[in-house]
C-alpha cells in the first residue's frame, strides 16, 4: 500500500519556481532514494513534504491524509519524521537533552518507543558524549545526533536528507548498516542522495531529478542498466 | 560624589534594585526577540499597565481590608497572572501576525500598541504619578538610612533570575525554549506545537515585566513617560548583554544598574549619556554584546 503519495507538486521560495510537477510514491516499509546533482530540488522535495516549504500546486497525501498547508509540527504528529542535511543540532544542549526535545509518544501502541537507551545502542558512538554539548560533536556525530533526535518521536516514515554527507568513508560504512538496521526494524525510508553506490547499497528503488522533474523512477537494478541516465543526471 | 560608606552604600543598593528592574524587564524583551525574533517596543508600555492595575488593586485590598503593607503580595501575584493572559491574548490575537512580516511593520505595530495602552492608561488613571506607600522603617546604615524595601527588590530579582534560569535549563519546555532560539523550523519538525511556544514565551516576558513594575511600586512612582525612559534603557541591556542571553542581559543589568546611580550624583542630565557610552564601547570591543554569539541558524 501507498504510504506517501507526492502528486505533481509545483514549490517556489519567493517567486522563484523550483519544483515542476515532482510526483513520487513511498509503499510501507521501503527505502526509496532521490537522486540527482547539487540544487536540483531534493531538499526542497523533502521540505515540501514536511511543510517547511510550500507547494503553490499539486497534491500530497501520507496514509490518505492530506499534508498541504499544514504546519511542520502536525506533519510530525501524523508519524513523519525529518532528518535534515543542515543537522541543525541545538548546540547550547546537550546531547541527552537533544534527544530529549525529539521525544513524542509513538502513534501506535505495538511497538516499542524510542528511548535515549535504544538510541545510544543504534549508534554506540553517541553514548560517551551524553553531557556533552551538541555544539561540540563532529559532522559524523551531529549526523547520528541528528537522526537520533528525529527517531525519539517514534516516525514511521523517515526523510533523510543526504545522511552520509561529507563523512569518512568509515563512518559511512557504519551509517549504511544503521540505515539498514531502520529498514528491517520496519520503517519506511525517503531519502536524498548524490552518490548512486552508497544509494543502491540501502535502496529498493530511485527518483532521478534534475531541474525540478523526475527524470527517471525505477528499482535500482533497472537504473543500474540505464548508463545514458546515470552519465547524464548523475555523478558517477 | 557622595564619599562616606554609608551614602555609598545607599547609591550601591539602589543602583541593584534599578539593575534588578531593568533584568526583569530586559530578559522578557531578550526572550521574545531570541524566539520570535521580534522587537517588542510596547514591553515597557504593558511593564506600565502592570504597575497601574497593581495600585488599583492594592488601593481596593486597602480599602476592603484596611491598611497592610503585606496586601501588597497578593496585587502582586494576581496582576502578574492577569497580565500573563493578556500577553497570551496579544501574541495569539496580534504579534503572531508579524512574524512573516518586515521589521519597520514590526515597529509599526508594537507603537501603535504604546499609543494605544497609553491612552487607555491616560483614561483610566489619568495624568498624575500614582505610588504606594508601605509603612517601613528606614534603618541605619553606617551614617545613612536605607529602606529595608530596597532588599526585597534585590532578593526578589534575585529569585526571579534564578527561577528563569531554572526553567531555561531544567524543565522540557524551558529546554524548548531555548531550541526554538536556534531554530524554530526545526523544533516545529520534530513534532512540537510551536505557536504554544510562541505564546507562552510572549506571556511569560509580559508577566514578569509586571511583576517588576508591581514590586517597584513602593519605592518608585509610576506615571506615563516613564515606559519610554525604561524601554530605551532595556534596549541598551539587551544590545550590552547580547540579545537572546539571559546570563548577559543579568550581568550587563547590573553595569547599567550601577552605573546609572552612581551618574545622577556626579552628572544628573548626564547619566543616560554614560550608559550609551558603555554600549559604544561594548559594541566596538565585542558587536555580539557581552555573551551573545553568531551562531544562529
Ligand atoms: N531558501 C531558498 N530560496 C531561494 N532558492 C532556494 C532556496 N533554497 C534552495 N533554493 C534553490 O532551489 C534549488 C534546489 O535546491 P535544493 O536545496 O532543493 O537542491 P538539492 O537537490 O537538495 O541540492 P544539494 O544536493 O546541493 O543539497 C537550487 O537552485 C537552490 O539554489
Ligand atoms: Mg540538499
Known amino acids: 500500500m501507498d504510504e506517501l503519495v507526492v502528486d505533481n507538486i509545483h ?47 499539486g497534491a500530497i497525501t501520507y496514509n490518505e491524509k492530506n499534508l498541504i498547508g499544514l504546519p511542520p509540527y502536525e506533519i510530525a504528529r501524523m508519524g513523519i519524521g525529518y532528518v535534515p542535511d543542515e543537522r541543525l543540532i541545538f548546540p547550547d544542549l546537550t546531547v541527552r537533552e537533544n534527544l530529549e526535545i525529539g521525544e513524542k509518544a509513538p502513534l501506535t501502541r505495538d511497538v516499542a518507543p524510542w528511548t535515549v537507551d535504544r538510541v545510544y545502542q543504534l549508534f554506540p558512538s553517541l553514548k560517551p558524549l551524553d553531557g556533552r554539548p551538541g555544539g561540540y560533536l563532529s559532522g559524523g556525530e551531529q549526523q547520528m545526533l541528528t537522526c537520533g533526535r528525529t ?74 542498466q540505464q548508463s545514458e541516465i546515470k552519465e547524464k543526471y548523475l555523478m558517477i | 560624589m557622595p564619599t562616606d560608606i554609608g551614602s555609598i552604600l545607599i547609591q550601591l543598593f539602589s543602583g541593584l534594585s534599578r539593575a534588578m528592574m531593568l533584568f526583569l524587564v530586559s530578559s522578557g524583551l531578550s526572550l521574545i526577540f531570541g524566539v520570535m525574533n521580534i522587537l517588542n517596543f510596547a514591553h515597557a508600555t504593558l511593564w506600565l499597565l502592570g504597575g497601574y492595575l497593581t495600585y488599583t488593586l492594592f488601593q481596593l485590598f486597602s480599602n476592603t481590608f484596611g491598611d497592610h ?105 524551558g529546554k524548548i525554549v531555548r531550541a526554538a532560539v536556534y531554530s524554530r523550523d526545526m523544533v516545529s519538525a520534530l513534532g512540537i506545537r510551536i505557536p504554544t511556544i510562541y505564546a507562552g514565551v510572549f506571556a511569560l516576558g509580559i508577566a514578569i515585566a509586571a511583576f517588576s513594575a508591581g514590586v517597584f511600586l513602593p519605592i518608585m512612582p509610576i506615571g506615563l513617560g516613564l515606559d519610554m525612559d525604561l524601554i530605551i534603557q532595556c534596549f541598551a541591556v539587551v544590545v550590552i548583554g547580547g540579545f537572546g542571553s539571559i546570563l548577559g542581559t543579568f550581568v550587563a543589568s547590573i553595569i547599567v544598574g550601577i552605573v546609572y546611580a552612581f551618574s545622577i550624583f556626579i552628572w544628573p542630565g548626564g547619566a543616560l549619556a554614560i550608559i550609551f557610552l558603555i554600549l559604544v564601547a561594548v559594541l566596538i570591543w565585542r558587536p555580539w554584546g557581552l555573551f551573545g554569539t553568531e551562531m544562529r541558524y
Not at chain 1, 526509496?32 to 516549504?53: E, H, P, S
Not at chain 2, 501574541?91 to 515597529?107: K, N
Not at chain 2, 501603535?112 to 504619578?129: M, T
Open chain 2, 69 to 173: 503593607a503585606l496586601l501588597i503580595v497578593p496585587a502582586i501575584v494576581i496582576v502578574t497572572g492577569i497580565m500573563f493572559v493578556l500577553g497570551w491574548v496579544l501574541e495569539r490575537v496580534l504579534i503572531r501576525r508579524m512574524y512573516a512580516r518586515e521589521v519597520p511593520e514590526q515597529l509599526l505595530l508594537t507603537f501603535a500598541l504604546i499609543l494605544i495602552f497609553g491612552d487607555l492608561i491616560k483614561l483610566i488613571w489619568g495624568v498624575q504619578n500614582r505610588r504606594i506607600f508601605l509603612p517601613i522603617e528606614p534603618i541605619a546604615v553606617f551614617d545613612s538610612y536605607v529602606n529595608p524595601y530596597f532588599f526585597v527588590i534585590i532578593a526578589a530579582g534575585f529569585g526571579v533570575a534564578g527561577g528563569l534560569w531554572w526553567f531555561l535549563h531544567r524543565t522540557r519546555y
Open chain 1, 151 to 224: 527517531l525519539m518521536g517514534n516516525p514511521s516514515l523517515l526523510l533523510l536528507d543526504e545522511p552520509v554527507e561529507g563523512l569518512a568513508p568509515v563512518v559511512v560504512q557504519e551509517v549504511t548498516q544503521q540505515i539498514r538496521h531502520l529498514k528491517k526494524m520496519g520503517l519506511t525510508i525517503l531519502f536524498a542522495e548524490q552518490n548512486i553506490k552508497f544509494a543502491t547499497e540501502i535502496s529498493d528503488r530511485a527518483y532521478v531529478i534534475e531541474g525540478g522533474r523526475v527524470r527517471y523512477e525505477g528499482t535500482m537494478e533497472a537504473l543500474e
Open chain 1, 11 to 57: 514549490t517556489f521560495y519567493g517567486t522563484s519556481h523550483i519544483l515542476f510537477g515532482i510526483s513520487l510514491k513511498v509503499n510501507r516499509g521501503e527505502c526509496v532514494c532521490l537522486l540527482g546533482r547539487n540544487g536540483v530540488g531534493k531538499t526542497t522535495t523533502l521540505k515540501t513534504i514536511m511543510g517547511l516549504a510550500h507547494a503553490g500546486q
